[in-house]
């Protein structure tokens, strides 16, 4: 099979398209073929190696690969079909159209993968393509796993930095569909798109800094992880919840000591990109109360390009590569 495949850690360039075997499933996995999936910005920052979160680094180099990469297929999020079914798989069939998470298994750029049947792997939802299917397991789950955590209420303010993105993106819809007031912050070349999915407020954070205002949220939920730890916890609501989807180690240490000494929470736990979350996603998304913003489809070829893209900070929701396009 084909599969974009980067052998040594580096800037987009490093990315290539080889023919590599055919992943064989094992007898609790399915075989897919993968017809799209998002480029994200994990799949960057394992292929440069470059982490905005540095304590990473070193448990994830010696895991993955000190010298250069084990697993030379990135892709963590993908739509396709089953093609190929494991001895004991009872949960699945073959021709089922699917959107899925591979997790740090990865192999989402290659024409196939193969992952654990009881994984996170849930029939595609019927007003979706497969490229629009892909871009929602990263930021979808993502948005929905933080929002739960902030128990966000109808009728609550919520500020959430880093709009634009793939997660920014889906939490902005998720918000507005649960009854939420919505402040948007990102690039001004982001707002009318943000503005169009929900949001009630926009501010461009080149222009205005949203801790220097005198409005204050019930929930702000920040992607963004230069972002000042006290001026964020100045700017909620007594007590406020501050949600940091991409949180520095400094902040981790500060976190539980602000929610036990202070009026404000503060939580960052990491997903869990479960069954049930993307489930739940699929219902919303068929009931049209949240959709997929794709910025750009790339083929297999174009994956520099997509790459580049990601790396912008230029994109408008989730970046995706079609993988059964040449």
């Not at 959107?99 to 019927?126: Q, S």
């Amino acid at each position: 099979m084909k599969a974009i495949v980067y052998k040594k850690y580096g800037p987009p360039e490093v990315l290539t398209i080889a023919e590599v075997k055919t992943p064989t499933p094992k007898d609790n996995e399915v075989r897919i073929k993968v017809h799209a999936a998002e480029a994200t910005k994990a799949d960057c920052e394992m292929r440069s190696f470059h982490f905005a979160v540095k304590w990473f680094w070193l448990p994830l180099r010696l895991a993955t690969g000190l010298f250069a990469p084990r697993n030379p297929i990135l892709g963590g999020y993908l739509a396709g079909e089953i093609e190929a079914l494991g001895a004991n798989v009872k949960n699945h069939k073959i021709g089922e159209r699917v959107f899925a998470c591979a997790k740090m298994g990865f192999g989402a750029y290659g024409e196939y993968v193969c992952l654990p049947a009881n994984g996170t792997i849930v029939p595609l939802p019927h007003n979706l393509t497969f490229e629009q299917a892909a871009a929602v397991p990263l930021g979808g789950l993502n948005a929905l796993h933080f929002l739960r955590k902030a128990k966000l209420q109808a009728g609550e303010s919520i500020l959430i930095n880093g709009a634009g993105g793939s997660i920014g993106n889906f939490a902005v819809q998720i918000a507005k569909s649960w009854g939420a007031q919505v402040t948007a912050v990102d690039s001004a070349h982001k707002e009318a798109i943000v503005k169009r999915i929900g949001a009630d407020h926009f501010i461009d954070y080149e222009q205005q800094d949203f801790s220097k205002g005198d409005t204050q949220y019930d929930v702000i939920f920040d992607m963004v992880p230069s972002s000042d730890y006290s001026a964020c916890l100045a700017k909620l609501k007594t007590n406020g919840r501050y949600v940091i989807g991409n949180p520095k180690f400094l902040k981790m240490l500060r976190a539980p000591i602000t929610s036990k000494f202070s009026d404000k929470r503060v939580l960052f736990a990491f997903a869990g990109e479960t069954i049930e979350e993307l489930q739940a996603l699929k219902e919303m998304i068929e009931a049209e109360k949240i959709t997929p913003t794709v910025d750009n489809v790339y083929t297999m070829s174009e994956a520099i390009a997509a790459h580049y893209r990601v790396e912008t900070e230029q994109r408008v929701g989730s970046v995706v590569i079609s993988i059964s396009e040449q």
